[in-house]
């Protein structure tokens, strides 16, 4: 692992969302974390990279596998971790965002990783406050780290990304997924499309430069890579978005028959957790074309990477 | 303690229960875990072991202590350790188990302690993934580790089980802990026997070589050892077991009065949460008879001990 | 850092509450925080002085900014670190207090770090557990790491108390910090006055020699220091001890406007969660004049401190 100084720089020391990373920003957490995963998949998987560094981990929505993920690349690191959910937390009592963020980081904290359901809750703390903040999932607008280990994982398997066809599957609507993935996707030279029920497709995606598609053979047949979205049963219980689920699998669910009838393969990607039989069967999700729990291992390379970059970024006053 | 190399190893790199262990396995944990158990009464309580493991542990049911020994015997040997509960998880939105541990386990952990309520969940992830798995208890089936840390108190008082006569009281229906008693102690040539109301034992029980008695007092002058087990208020409260508390007391409860009349000591124990005053009276639970918080201590030591002794036979894409 | 053999010690290997401190101990504390802060501001923020220690955090109510800061210490000091809280715990099983923490030490823990409603919890535990006992807040009884932080915070500023006026504005009845910070306070030499309506202010005041006052521009004019607490909203909801917020913050809210009338300049502090525009505006917290960060920050070196301390009078049978 290159040493601090030797190391090039990111042109941002918060990463707040694909939309303020250029290309080579992108690559060069690409290529950190393509050290990191040697390192994870040693005997001995830890580095002393972040030894001195405390990093807050602040949800203010629950998560399990990006949480651990993030505290998995954290302990890597060596750094020293603590958690606060909001649920246990002086937010109930009223206490501002910024009062609370402040409080953690006058402990001597010198990283933020937070998931915040308001979109500008990032972007407001890193105007306020001194430490380096990553955005763990902003409500439905942006969560950066996951779509750095998607094309990461697309990368390893199709090499250079530029003029793949990439097509994102079913619920674009309440995604915190899709967004960063169509910018990350987009700088890096690829081709977007998006297919689902309009019901969950929001009328701005084709202002992005993507394709809209309602017609899973077709643009199955056009992608090289599939990545499927989670259908959020918890919100079709409320406001029904399609008819039933059975409809909704029949008409957007990936099955291996499916991928059978198409001239070549293509890859199945999903960001977790899978509805099996809902948005793809399980035959598909176990398949040799899948590259799910890839994903999942790529995701804390990828969040070493960011941490470790954004570390050598810190204010002067915390970094000695 | 003895490197990797030296050791003898276990007949089996899963503790899915005392049923799958041999005679061998359960002395050679006890030896071990006599060793740890020297550390962990050294002013400096930590070896450097599993330095290159990162352990997660899977509680689909809470647990204080349990979880609390397994999180200390963890961090004394120097592991990494990552937590997860049910409350805060994606079990709720409909993940199967083998997606939620497979993904856990890309993250590049080595070894999985699980609490689940399904008796077959820990036999089901051993057939499907590559990491150790340790049952930390499996609803009312197996908790091999306490009934391997109540063994090694009984032999530590005792010496070899060997014939001695182990009897079990009270909630034995409901229990997580008879089974993996019954099994460990006949394994070491121990004598069992259980007591306790009839609708509190169930059926089953005499195929399994156990003798049943209802009667308190004949128990009591039979056995050298007393394992009290908690009857559980709370389904008392749903479903009547019997009459009531205090009926419970008076016919199985455990007092000073009862011990003084037998002709020998016996050793008294309890797996807690205690409720003092029902199944064992405070000056029972206290008394030098007692061995309760022994047992408490003995845990973090077997439990050191099995996960180190399963950290040697990981698969070898894990170790290297 | 002065090694454990050349340190002063303690009066008292428990830190039960203020009370039980002298002015010695008090100076000893706030000498060792002096020095722990100035770890905390380097890069590496770490000392290995509690490597061979198991601190045990007992949270039997939910706190957020106490725990994350006890946490930050104890890592900071290299300890090992179990976290309990009552939430998931056996206490709701019908377990006592001493046989839960009973259980914890028999784990071999070596200090106990507990927050509890009730204000004998601690000392009770101090009579019948060997572990070193820090309090962390007893019901509305004391807090006494608390007030410590406070009283260190003040003096960094304001040089020796002996004979400043401190004055403790607002929710006196429902604070788990005011009488803490009376008897430090006082222990220091510091003159304590207490403002805030006549429902929020306890009958007994004043035969602590506090004098009590319903005035808050005659107590600003007086002060030096205005400690103001936060109003518990969730309290008014249920009992109204005053008619409306709006007229809390009308006569009690401390304004810029009240600040700027004033012939001196008095430093402002807050042990927060804060109500902004309820028991200080905005422009008062975010004032120069305001210390409430700084309270924050000094409150992870005060806990250093007293674990540290408290660490070098661990009975025999624990430190080897």
């Not at 690829?190 to 077709?218: F, H, N, R």
Request: charged share 25%; glycine share 4%.
């Amino acid at each position: 692992m290159a040493s601090a100084e030797d190391a090039q720089h990111l042109s941002t020391r918060h990463l707040l969302g694909i939309k303020y990373l250029n290309e080579a920003d992108i690559r060069l957490i690409f290529d950190t974390a393509r050290e990191f995963k040697e390192v994870i998949n040693r005997p001995i998987k830890k580095v002393p990279s972040l030894r001195d560094i405390t990093i807050a981990n602040l949800f203010f929505e629950s998560s399990t596998r990006t949480r651990i993920s993030f505290e998995l690349a954290e302990k890597r690191l060596s750094a020293d971790v603590v958690n606060f959910s909001a649920s246990s937390s002086s937010v109930s009592k009223g206490e501002t965002l910024l009062d609370t963020v402040n409080n953690i980081l006058s402990m001597k904290v010198d990283m933020v990783v937070m998931r915040h359901p308001a979109p500008g809750a990032h972007h407001f703390l890193a105007r306020h406050i001194q430490a380096n903040i990553v955005n763990a999932g902003d409500g439905t607008h942006e969560h950066p780290t996951q779509a750095l280990l998607d094309a990461f994982s697309m990368q390893e398997v199709l090499g250079d990304l530029r003029g793949k066809h990439i097509a994102i599957f079913g619920d674009i609507l309440h995604s915190r997924v899709a967004l960063s993935n169509i910018f990350c996707l987009q700088k890096l030279g690829a081709k977007v499309k998006v297919c689902g029920p309009p019901t969950l497709i929001p009328k701005y995606i084709p202002s992005l430069g993507v394709e809209v598609s309602y017609d899973l053979q077709d643009t199955l047949r056009w992608c090289d890579v599939a990545n499927v979205l989670r259908i959020q049963l918890e919100r079709q219980e409320e406001l029904r978005y399609f008819p039933s689920l059975r409809e909704y699998a029949r008409f957007f669910g990936i099955r291996k028959d499916l991928l059978d009838q198409l001239e070549k393969p293509i890859l199945i990607m999903h960001p977790g957790p899978i509805n099996r039989g809902v948005e793809l069967t399980s035959d598909v999700a176990d398949s040799d074309h899948s590259i799910i729990l890839q994903q999942v291992e790529n995701g804390v390379a990828i969040r070493m990477a960011v941490l470790y970059l954004l570390s050598a970024l810190r204010p002067p006053s915390s970094s000695g």
